[in-house]
């Protein structure tokens, strides 16, 4: 079982930036694919971005393009999403989540699930 840990989440105004972090308890971290999703009140959960096992594939949803940066740091067991220029609709709990099978980056089935962080932003 792997157990993944968001932090970095909280309040900032329009065109602020914030830097969410997942840790995985998973010695195989850099076999696993990982993937940041958001759901905001009312709404399903959505993809928002994602990263392969090697860190050579990313996919971006078309909101998201251009303003957040996925990336991973294979020796901390850590992968993060930079949100750069937050919008009021990004406002969501966001979640980290990984698998151990690798696929594509596009495929949104995911094996493990963060708790959650809450990111809110202000107009």
């Known amino acids: 079982q792997v157990q993944l840990v968001e932090s970095g989440g909280g309040l900032v105004q329009t065109g602020g930036s914030l830097r969410l972090s997942c840790a995985a308890s998973?010695?195989?971290?850099?076999?696993?694919?990982m993937g940041w999703f958001r759901q905001s009140t009312g709404k399903e959960r959505d993809i928002v971005a994602a990263?392969?096992?090697?860190?050579?594939?990313?996919y971006y949803a078309d909101s998201v393009k251009g303003r957040f940066t996925i990336s991973r740091d294979n020796a901390k067991n850590t992968v993060y999403l930079q949100m750069n220029s937050l919008k009021p609709e990004d406002t969501a709990v966001y979640y980290c989540a990984a698998r151990s099978r690798p696929r594509s980056v596009v495929v949104t089935s995911y094996d493990y699930w963060g708790q959650g962080t809450q990111v809110t932003v202000s107009s």
């Open positions: 998973t010695r195989a971290f850099s076999t696993y694919d």
């Open positions: 990263i392969s096992w090697s860190g050579g594939s990313t």
